[in-house]
């Protein structure tokens, strides 16, 4: 694309989803039910978790950060469709354009970071549970919280100021209902090629990295809960494998995306695909991680059981 010509642009049109009344309703109403049930299942999981002493341990310290970054990801997204939706405006300023991918980025990569840290809590409390209390203390988990923090900011603010140091002129209609970096790129009359070579290399880190480490860390579960009797056998594949299936789940929608050429990016797959992790994602994980859990479900009956007494005092 020719960067000569043209004027810079100063919003971007946002096309992921069908103009058509009847299609806005239907995709509204299904985003505000998923947005209300991912923000109510968090908040939940915060509250049990900050009222419940039960709830004082690393694992649990782990869920509540998740939940945490969970309320933020899906928070950068939803509510910016859910406008889009229940208007005729489809446009974003470039800057706020820029803002939410940064936001995404900080949040979706904290996110995968967190996810293995909970696997390796998993890893030591089944395969090492004698060491478990010094490995796994509230201040390691708090460094490793505070690392994957770090470590998301730092990789955001790459990747945004890769993406100023690009020209967009002429064309600004955005495939996808939210700012992604595919599209982006696909806009831009630059050369991209630095962006992509450090898409794949650093964020190859990034993202194939902790993918490679759940899986290696779930491997080595596997071996040791196979050691166990029939009946706790059972409980832990239970749990494991719901966990497992979330990080498959999660971890192949954003392989899916970001890692593959930008010219053989779809405009029909991609946001697909992001709803899967920007949204379902975000939404389930109070319920896979936690409300299958014996001691959150303990605590939300004492907390239901509180609430019931209050109201009859």
């Not at 809590?121 to 919280?145: E, F, S, W």
């Not at 600004?172 to 962006?195: E, I, K, V």
Request: aromatic letters at 14%; glycine letters at 6%; proline letters at 4%.
């Amino acid at each position: 694309m020719d960067c000569e010509n043209g004027t810079d642009i100063d919003e971007f049109i946002l096309l992921g989803f069908p103009s058509q009344p009847v299609e806005q309703l239907f995709f509204f109403l299904f985003f505000l039910l998923m947005y209300i049930a991912g923000i109510l299942g968090n908040l939940m999981i915060l509250i049990l978790i900050n009222l419940d002493a039960r709830l004082q341990t690393p694992m649990y310290f782990l869920l509540h950060s998740l939940s945490v970054v969970d309320v933020g990801f899906i928070s950068v997204t939803v509510p910016q469709l859910l406008a889009q939706l229940s208007s005729s405006s489809k446009t974003i300023p470039f800057y706020a354009c820029m803002a939410q991918f940064f936001f995404l980025y900080v949040f979706g990569v904290t996110d995968l970071l967190l996810v293995s840290v909970m696997a390796l809590d998993r890893y030591v409390a089944i395969c090492n549970p004698l060491h478990y209390a010094t490995v796994m203390n509230q201040k390691v988990c708090g460094q490793l919280v505070a690392g994957c923090w770090i470590l998301s900011t730092l990789h955001s603010m790459l990747h945004v100021g890769l993406l100023l140091r690009l020209s967009y002129h002429g064309e600004n209609n955005l495939d996808h209902f939210f700012c992604d970096h595919r599209p982006l790129l696909q806009l831009s009359c630059s050369d991209t090629s630095f962006n992509e070579s450090v898409i794949y290399f650093e964020g190859g880190l990034i993202i194939l990295g902790p993918f490679v480490f759940i899986i290696v860390t779930y491997i080595r579960i596997v071996s040791t809960v196979m050691k166990f009797s029939s009946l706790a056998r059972r409980k832990a594949f239970s749990t494991c494998g719901s966990h497992l299936t979330m990080v498959v789940f999660f971890y192949g929608a954003i392989i899916g995306v970001y890692f593959q050429p930008a010219s053989s990016y779809s405009a029909q797959r991609g946001p697909v695909f992001a709803i899967m992790y920007t949204v379902i994602t975000p939404m389930s994980n109070p319920y896979i991680y936690s409300f299958r859990n014996k001691e959150v479900k303990g605590a939300f009956r004492h907390f239901l059981g509180k609430r019931i007494l209050s109201q009859q005092l």
